[in-house]
């Protein structure tokens, strides 16, 4: 083994910019509307969720943001994250290409969402405030919060889908040992989850119910503000600081990708480490293909339509414009519950739109497939979300090999499983079931939506 | 924050050789006996459980022993693990001492493991054995050892303790991802397990159990050998790359330790970080007091007796020279699993016994308690064993307060808790109970060894 199975980056080259790709793109995404009137909203009307600074980014056009000094020093607790090659993998694929990997499960939370989680925090903290409400269904992101609330020393109140809530008792333990709240959605504490549990006294909460319930209790008090780990151009903005490390490591890598690759949510991982990439599209210097990869079983990108929607269910949100299966749309209880999203963040939609980035679906077995070769062949278990890029990326390995070509190939491998032992569990028991939704499923979604079309 | 929070090394900076302290020792471990003659055994003796190879590491006299390059290779994949200045814990304990960690939990299988794991089936492998067994309590070592195998495509029987096996599910089945084969012992597979349960239908299993059927597996088959994730020499010399990093790093840092800390079950991680510091002790260019830390309910270098006793309960291995509690005694079922052994290697015993180190012991709730306040400080969730390290810290950091010295401390942060979460779930409930063992069962216990005295 003569190849640098490891590139890594000193404390001193963590990027000190995140890196807005509004400012670049020739199609600016289009602006929230009220779910009420259906016109423009303009920032205010975030004031009482968000604290200012990040509403100023969200609407920013400024091409980089600076990082805040204080941010930069938590990042360096596992940033810079590692990069490697994946010597093992692509020796049981026996594959032309090369294919590297950034690995987020490094962090204390074990995925990439402290990277949005930790300023988050930190701007509320500037701004006064004593606690952050928001909702959680694996738990992955709730368990970011938490950790960045412990650091900030800031409440933390997490909404965690009742039917995660019971089946991942670990998840809410992490939360706890952070210090975070849990409370299992839908609850009493909330006239949304009081009205649903008078309905349905055993409903087994949603995401849209717990965003309804964490968004009223930021309404509703002053010193209380709401988060959101993915969708919302702040958001995605956080986690540019993957690429500006994964193009930094791949010049030291001596390589460049032709493809890069990653599990599709709302988008937060995958502008993460594309965007920084698609920047050299955009300024003509390059030109790689980057891959947005969902599950087959909540095909917003490949099935859905690009229109204005809400990003909860009970309609507390703007509505957004997005590539959408309807915000009533309930997906499959898929073992990837960080993909089970209705909807796609603004910008990753005008971009798919503008035929800038491409769109697959896999189904799970073949995903749960994937990820077992990865623990075999690189060491790494990695989480349900990232087996999806894992599929991806053999199949791209598998067409190199066919077609004889050396391909550079990139992916985030955005945490780890160690949460998700129960899923690879059923796999290894021949217990998972293929969920692809149906295309008479999609149709009634999409009929029941009243929301503005776009184009 | 001006400090430097992370000291990084470079991939080319992994040491090139793992140090056995024997060679500067000024008084040597006295050799292995048989169980049955009391004689000293040969190297032979050890040859149906072990590789060639690693009976010669056993034994060696070197000062230092080559890595080979396979295994700095895989390595790789984590190392150099970082260290951290506790910059959040320091200022939380308003301590003059300065405190660093070296952080293990960065492994695959979250622990420090995988460092003997990977050269031990490495040597395996060179030697074309085809099947690993061992035994397994708390699951770290079972699953390092299953990570290990999966890399190099060897078949890896692990024994669990039936309790931890039906406690702990997600340890199991992340063996199982690896490739590992995990079966609850007692079990029907050997004679040992067979007579157990013949005897006991019910019974829960013990790690002396698990020894007993992993070794019988191994000396009844040509093709199988065994492995053990502690106590031995060789496993304590490739744990050593922990302490050689940690000169380095420190160097980087511009300190050294006045003390360095770590947690104590066999002695591996305890060696790991400390023998490299005590060369430069026993060389006499530095005097770092090195500090074990075992649970006050299984307090063997505090309490116990330093003679010769068995490793397992049944009497399948050979005598070692140890401080040990007795062969039969059952420590409490703390959480710390991996510090519920009842001897210490013959290596750590010697060198306590020539008060080159220093032992405490520690009860659980202090260490809960002090993992709650670094997992807030710090972000990481430590594993139960690692908040003993931890707790020791805050005693000395507190005592430098009050002595109002600047002290440098250095400990080992073994892994992480992602795998305990149970654990803090019970602390946080209120529902740990002290187990702190009585002068009389300590007694009981040896009273009932008929195994040779030492001096």
Known sequence: MSISKKITLSEDQIPTHWYNIVADMTTKPLPPLHPGTKEPIGPE?????????????????????????????IYKIWRPTPMFRATGLEKALDTPAKIYYKYEGVSPAGSHKPNTAVPQVYYNKMEGVK????????????????????LFDIECDVYMVKVSYEGKPYRKIMMNTWGGNVFPSPSMRTEAGRKILAEDPNSPGSLGIAISEAVEMALTDESTKYALGSVLNHVLMHQTIIGEEALLQMEKAGDYPDVVIAPFGGGSNFAGIAFPFLRKNLEGT?????????????????????????????????????????????????????LRYHGAGAIVSQLLNDKQIEAYSIKQ????????????????????EATHAIAQVIREAEQAKAEGKEKVILFNLCGHGHFDMTSYEQYLAGNLVEHEVTQEEILDSLAQLDTPTIG
Chains 1, 2 share one sequence.
């Not at 928001?134 to 412990?150: I, P, R, Y």
């Not at 077995?365 to 349900?384: H, V």
């Open 131 to 150: 606690r952050i409400t928001t909702e959680t269904g694996a738990g992955q992101w709730g368990s970011a919060l938490s950790f960045a609330c412990g």
């Open 365 to 384: 077995l073949e995903c749960f497939e994937a990820g077992l070769l990865f623990a075999r062949t690189e060491g790494i278990i990695p989480a349900p």
């Open 45 to 73: 009307m975030l004031m009482p969720l968000f604290p200012m600074e990040l509403i100023k980014q969200e609407v920013s056009t400024e091409k980089y943001v600076e990082i805040p000094e204080e941010v930069r020093e």
């Open 286 to 338: 390059h030109q790689t293909r980057c891959v947005a990869v969902e599950p087959a079983s909540c095909p917003k990108l490949t099935r859905g339509v690009f229109r204005y929607d809400l990003g909860d269910s009970v309609g507390m949100t703007p509505l957004l414009p997005m590539y959408t299966l309807g915000h009533n749309f309930v997906p499959a209880p898929i073992h990837a519950g960080g």
